[in-house]
Protein backbone atom coordinates (compact mmCIF):
# COMPACT_ATOMS: atom_id res chain seq x y z
CA UNK A 1 0.00 0.00 0.00
CA UNK A 2 1.36 3.48 -0.65
CA UNK A 3 2.37 6.06 1.58
CA UNK A 4 -0.23 8.76 0.60
CA UNK A 5 -2.75 5.93 0.86
CA UNK A 6 -2.00 4.90 4.13
CA UNK A 7 -1.74 8.33 5.13
CA UNK A 8 -5.32 8.99 3.73
CA UNK A 9 -6.96 5.66 5.72
CA UNK A 10 -5.32 7.14 8.82
CA UNK A 11 -7.06 10.63 8.42
CA UNK A 12 -10.64 8.72 7.61
CA UNK A 13 -10.36 6.78 11.32
CA UNK A 14 -8.86 9.67 13.12
CA UNK A 15 -10.95 12.47 11.89
CA UNK A 16 -13.94 11.71 14.06
CA UNK A 17 -12.40 12.03 17.28
CA UNK A 18 -10.46 15.18 16.77
CA UNK A 19 -11.91 18.53 18.00
CA UNK A 20 -10.55 20.88 16.48
CA UNK A 21 -13.46 23.53 17.47
CA UNK A 22 -15.43 22.99 20.65
CA UNK A 23 -18.16 25.13 20.29
CA UNK A 24 -21.28 22.74 21.23
CA UNK A 25 -19.02 19.98 22.25
CA UNK A 26 -20.75 16.77 23.89
CA UNK A 27 -18.99 14.52 25.66
CA UNK A 28 -21.78 11.80 25.39
CA UNK A 29 -21.85 12.14 21.80
CA UNK A 30 -18.95 9.75 22.03
CA UNK A 31 -18.85 6.48 23.06
CA UNK A 32 -16.11 4.85 24.70
CA UNK A 33 -16.30 1.75 23.56
CA UNK A 34 -16.35 2.87 20.32
CA UNK A 35 -13.50 1.08 17.38
CA UNK A 36 -14.56 2.99 14.43
CA UNK A 37 -15.93 -0.55 12.96
CA UNK A 38 -12.61 -2.43 13.33
CA UNK A 39 -12.88 -5.97 14.14
CA UNK A 40 -9.49 -6.75 14.71
CA UNK A 41 -7.58 -9.80 16.95
CA UNK A 42 -4.87 -9.13 19.15
CA UNK A 43 -2.37 -10.10 16.70
CA UNK A 44 -3.28 -7.84 13.97
CA UNK A 45 -3.91 -4.81 15.70
CA UNK A 46 -0.23 -5.20 17.76
CA UNK A 47 1.03 -5.46 13.87
CA UNK A 48 -0.93 -2.16 12.80
CA UNK A 49 0.57 -0.84 15.99
CA UNK A 50 4.35 -2.15 15.36
CA UNK A 51 3.90 -0.12 11.80
CA UNK A 52 2.78 2.91 13.22
CA UNK A 53 5.03 3.08 16.05
CA UNK A 54 8.15 2.55 12.76
CA UNK A 55 6.86 5.00 10.90
CA UNK A 56 6.91 7.42 13.89
CA UNK A 57 10.70 6.92 14.54
CA UNK A 58 11.44 7.79 11.13
CA UNK A 59 9.52 10.73 11.50
CA UNK A 60 10.93 11.47 15.23
CA UNK A 61 14.53 10.79 13.38
CA UNK A 62 13.96 13.62 11.20
CA UNK A 63 12.56 16.15 13.68
CA UNK A 64 15.64 15.58 15.90
CA UNK A 65 18.09 15.99 12.77
CA UNK A 66 16.13 19.38 11.59
CA UNK A 67 15.99 20.74 14.83
CA UNK A 68 13.32 23.54 14.68
CA UNK A 69 9.96 21.98 15.15
CA UNK A 70 8.99 20.15 18.65
CA UNK A 71 5.85 17.83 19.14
CA UNK A 72 4.09 18.23 22.20
CA UNK A 73 1.50 15.67 23.46
CA UNK A 74 -0.57 15.97 26.42
CA UNK A 75 -2.35 12.88 27.78
CA UNK A 76 -5.47 13.39 30.48
CA UNK A 77 -7.96 10.52 31.64
CA UNK A 78 -9.46 9.49 34.48
CA UNK A 79 -7.30 6.71 36.61
CA UNK A 80 -7.34 3.11 34.70
CA UNK A 81 -7.67 5.00 31.30
CA UNK A 82 -4.56 3.33 30.20
CA UNK A 83 -2.06 6.49 29.86
CA UNK A 84 0.98 4.89 30.81
CA UNK A 85 0.21 1.64 29.06
CA UNK A 86 -0.59 4.02 25.68
CA UNK A 87 2.47 5.90 26.35
CA UNK A 88 4.85 2.93 26.08
CA UNK A 89 3.65 1.16 23.60
CA UNK A 90 3.08 4.18 21.03
CA UNK A 91 6.63 5.45 21.95
CA UNK A 92 8.20 2.16 22.00
CA UNK A 93 10.26 2.59 18.78
CA UNK A 94 10.96 6.62 19.15
CA UNK A 95 15.04 7.16 20.25
CA UNK A 96 14.76 8.37 24.03
CA UNK A 97 17.44 10.90 23.32
CA UNK A 98 14.63 13.03 21.46
CA UNK A 99 11.70 12.48 24.09
CA UNK A 100 11.10 13.95 27.21
CA UNK A 101 8.14 12.28 29.24
CA UNK A 102 7.13 14.26 32.34
CA UNK A 103 4.43 12.86 34.78
CA UNK A 104 2.98 16.11 37.40
CA UNK A 105 2.09 14.80 40.42
CA UNK A 106 1.20 16.86 43.92
CA UNK A 107 2.97 20.97 43.61
CA UNK A 108 6.14 21.59 45.46
CA UNK A 109 5.99 24.54 48.06
CA UNK A 110 8.39 26.18 45.04
CA UNK A 111 5.62 25.17 42.48
CA UNK A 112 2.99 26.89 44.20
CA UNK A 113 4.79 30.53 44.66
CA UNK A 114 4.52 30.70 40.93
CA UNK A 115 1.85 30.81 38.45
CA UNK A 116 -0.23 27.66 38.00
CA UNK A 117 1.47 27.56 34.02
CA UNK A 118 4.97 27.51 35.93
CA UNK A 119 5.69 23.87 36.53
CA UNK A 120 4.65 22.56 32.97
CA UNK A 121 6.41 25.69 31.18
CA UNK A 122 9.82 24.54 32.57
CA UNK A 123 9.26 21.06 31.29
CA UNK A 124 8.70 21.91 27.73
CA UNK A 125 9.64 20.20 24.91
CA UNK A 126 13.15 21.78 23.50
CA UNK A 127 12.85 22.31 19.42
CA UNK A 128 13.46 18.67 17.50
CA UNK A 129 12.63 16.88 20.31
CA UNK A 130 8.91 15.14 21.17
CA UNK A 131 7.62 15.97 24.89
CA UNK A 132 4.70 13.89 26.51
CA UNK A 133 2.88 15.34 29.47
CA UNK A 134 1.21 12.69 31.67
CA UNK A 135 -1.39 14.74 33.16
CA UNK A 136 -0.56 18.20 32.43
CA UNK A 137 -1.60 21.93 33.21
CA UNK A 138 -5.31 20.57 32.64
CA UNK A 139 -5.20 19.53 36.06
CA UNK A 140 -5.53 23.24 37.09
CA UNK A 141 -8.68 22.85 35.68
CA UNK A 142 -9.49 19.58 36.25
CA UNK A 143 -8.84 18.52 39.64
CA UNK A 144 -8.92 21.77 41.35
CA UNK A 145 -12.06 22.67 40.06
CA UNK A 146 -13.57 19.50 41.10
CA UNK A 147 -11.53 19.13 44.34
CA UNK A 148 -11.96 23.50 44.78
CA UNK A 149 -9.99 23.04 48.34
CA UNK A 150 -6.85 22.70 46.44
CA UNK A 151 -7.14 25.98 45.09
CA UNK A 152 -7.04 27.77 48.20
CA UNK A 153 -3.52 26.48 48.79
CA UNK A 154 -2.24 27.79 45.88
CA UNK A 155 -1.88 31.34 47.36
CA UNK A 156 -4.08 33.71 45.14
CA UNK A 157 -4.81 36.86 46.09
CA UNK A 158 -8.44 36.68 47.36
CA UNK A 159 -9.93 39.25 44.87
CA UNK A 160 -8.15 36.93 42.33
CA UNK A 161 -10.69 33.88 43.43
CA UNK A 162 -13.74 34.42 41.60
CA UNK A 163 -17.02 33.13 40.24
CA UNK A 164 -15.07 33.10 36.71
CA UNK A 165 -11.68 31.60 37.43
CA UNK A 166 -12.06 28.54 35.61
CA UNK A 167 -13.22 30.14 32.68
CA UNK A 168 -10.10 32.09 33.14
CA UNK A 169 -7.74 29.75 33.41
CA UNK A 170 -9.21 28.21 30.41
CA UNK A 171 -8.55 31.56 28.22
CA UNK A 172 -5.14 31.84 29.65
CA UNK A 173 -4.21 28.27 28.53
CA UNK A 174 -5.39 28.59 25.24
CA UNK A 175 -3.77 31.74 25.03
CA UNK A 176 -0.28 29.78 26.19
CA UNK A 177 -1.07 26.91 23.61
CA UNK A 178 -1.34 29.23 20.51
CA UNK A 179 1.83 31.12 21.66
CA UNK A 180 3.42 27.33 22.09
CA UNK A 181 2.56 27.20 18.32
CA UNK A 182 3.73 30.41 16.92
CA UNK A 183 6.96 29.05 18.45
CA UNK A 184 6.75 26.04 16.52
CA UNK A 185 5.57 23.53 19.29
CA UNK A 186 3.08 21.28 17.81
CA UNK A 187 0.69 20.46 20.26
CA UNK A 188 -1.80 17.51 20.79
CA UNK A 189 -3.95 16.52 23.26
CA UNK A 190 -5.28 13.64 23.97
CA UNK A 191 -8.92 12.39 26.47
CA UNK A 192 -8.54 8.93 26.49
CA UNK A 193 -12.14 8.46 27.63
CA UNK A 194 -12.70 5.59 29.30
CA UNK A 195 -16.50 4.35 30.18
CA UNK A 196 -17.39 3.76 34.33
CA UNK A 197 -17.81 0.49 34.20
CA UNK A 198 -14.78 -0.51 32.39
CA UNK A 199 -12.72 1.76 35.02
CA UNK A 200 -13.85 -0.19 37.66
CA UNK A 201 -13.65 -3.67 35.72
CA UNK A 202 -9.76 -2.12 35.59
CA UNK A 203 -9.68 -1.95 39.24
CA UNK A 204 -11.59 -5.26 40.05
CA UNK A 205 -8.43 -6.79 38.22
CA UNK A 206 -6.03 -5.08 40.11
CA UNK A 207 -7.20 -6.13 43.33
CA UNK A 208 -7.82 -9.61 41.95
CA UNK A 209 -4.04 -9.97 40.27
CA UNK A 210 -1.22 -9.95 43.24
CA UNK A 211 1.00 -8.42 40.61
CA UNK A 212 -0.98 -5.49 39.58
CA UNK A 213 -1.35 -4.19 43.64
CA UNK A 214 1.11 -2.28 43.30
CA UNK A 215 -0.80 -0.02 40.56
CA UNK A 216 -3.71 0.62 42.82
CA UNK A 217 -4.51 3.40 45.33
CA UNK A 218 -7.80 3.78 47.24
CA UNK A 219 -7.74 7.31 46.07
CA UNK A 220 -8.60 6.06 42.85
CA UNK A 221 -12.13 4.46 44.13
CA UNK A 222 -12.81 7.61 46.04
CA UNK A 223 -12.62 9.67 42.91
CA UNK A 224 -15.38 7.92 41.51
CA UNK A 225 -17.58 9.67 43.89
CA UNK A 226 -17.01 12.87 41.70
CA UNK A 227 -17.40 11.17 38.06
CA UNK A 228 -20.19 13.95 37.18
CA UNK A 229 -18.02 16.54 37.98
CA UNK A 230 -14.54 15.18 36.57
CA UNK A 231 -17.08 14.64 32.92
CA UNK A 232 -18.46 17.92 32.96
CA UNK A 233 -14.98 19.52 33.87
CA UNK A 234 -13.63 17.82 31.12
CA UNK A 235 -16.30 18.60 28.41
CA UNK A 236 -15.58 22.57 29.24
CA UNK A 237 -12.00 21.98 28.87
CA UNK A 238 -12.24 21.03 26.11
CA UNK A 239 -15.09 23.54 24.72
CA UNK A 240 -12.64 26.53 25.88
CA UNK A 241 -9.30 25.27 24.09
CA UNK A 242 -9.68 23.11 21.16
CA UNK A 243 -8.55 24.70 18.03
CA UNK A 244 -7.41 24.10 14.85
CA UNK A 245 -3.54 24.27 15.99
CA UNK A 246 -4.09 22.72 19.40
CA UNK A 247 -6.72 19.92 18.79
CA UNK A 248 -8.12 17.25 21.29
CA UNK A 249 -8.64 13.92 20.84
CA UNK A 250 -11.25 11.82 22.43
CA UNK A 251 -9.90 9.01 22.32
CA UNK A 252 -12.43 5.57 22.95
CA UNK A 253 -10.38 3.70 26.01
CA UNK A 254 -12.80 1.36 26.63
CA UNK A 255 -10.58 -1.08 24.07
CA UNK A 256 -6.62 -0.45 24.87
CA UNK A 257 -5.90 -1.91 21.31
CA UNK A 258 -7.80 1.02 19.42
CA UNK A 259 -6.85 3.61 21.89
CA UNK A 260 -3.22 3.00 21.43
CA UNK A 261 -3.71 2.65 17.25
CA UNK A 262 -6.14 5.73 17.39
CA UNK A 263 -2.92 7.78 19.47
CA UNK A 264 -0.41 6.33 17.10
CA UNK A 265 -2.08 7.46 13.89
CA UNK A 266 -3.11 10.77 15.10
CA UNK A 267 0.75 11.13 16.15
CA UNK A 268 1.65 10.13 12.57
CA UNK A 269 -0.85 12.14 10.69
CA UNK A 270 0.82 15.12 12.23
CA UNK A 271 4.30 14.50 12.42
CA UNK A 272 3.87 13.62 8.51
CA UNK A 273 2.05 16.92 7.80
CA UNK A 274 5.37 19.16 8.71
CA UNK A 275 6.98 17.79 5.85
CA UNK A 276 9.96 16.70 7.81
CA UNK A 277 13.54 16.10 5.83
CA UNK A 278 16.85 15.74 6.67
CA UNK A 279 19.13 18.82 7.07
CA UNK A 280 20.84 19.56 4.01
CA UNK A 281 24.47 20.93 3.67
CA UNK A 282 26.07 23.87 1.54
CA UNK A 283 28.45 23.60 -1.23
CA UNK A 284 31.53 24.89 1.05
CA UNK A 285 30.35 22.25 3.81
CA UNK A 286 30.12 19.57 0.65
CA UNK A 287 33.57 20.25 -0.27
CA UNK A 288 34.87 19.80 2.89
CA UNK A 289 33.86 16.48 3.83
CA UNK A 290 34.72 15.35 0.26
CA UNK A 291 38.22 16.72 1.63
CA UNK A 292 38.25 14.72 4.79
CA UNK A 293 36.66 11.81 2.36
CA UNK A 294 39.61 11.67 0.92
CA UNK A 295 42.48 12.39 3.81
CA UNK A 296 40.62 9.23 5.10
CA UNK A 297 40.81 7.40 2.34
CA UNK A 298 45.22 8.11 1.89
CA UNK A 299 45.27 6.80 5.65
CA UNK A 300 47.38 3.63 5.82
Known amino acids: MARQEILDRIQKYVRPYCITNGKGFQLNNFDP??????????????????????????????????????????FQAMDAAGKDGTIKHVMSGVNPQGCQVFSFKQPSSEDLDHDFLWRYSKCLPERGRIGIFNRSYYEEVLVVRVHREILSRQKLPAPLVGAHIWDQRLSDIAHFEDYLTRQ??????????????????????????PDKHWKFSPSDVHERKFWDDYM????????????EHAPWYVVPADNKWFT????????????EKLDLTYPTIDPEKRKELQTIRAALRREK
Open 33 to 74: GDTSGLVLDKGEASELLQRGTEWLAEEQDMLYAQDRWSLLLV
Open 260 to 271: RLLVAAAIVEAV
Open 184 to 209: GTVILKFFLHVSRNEQKKRFMERLDK
Open 232 to 243: YAFEEAIRATAS
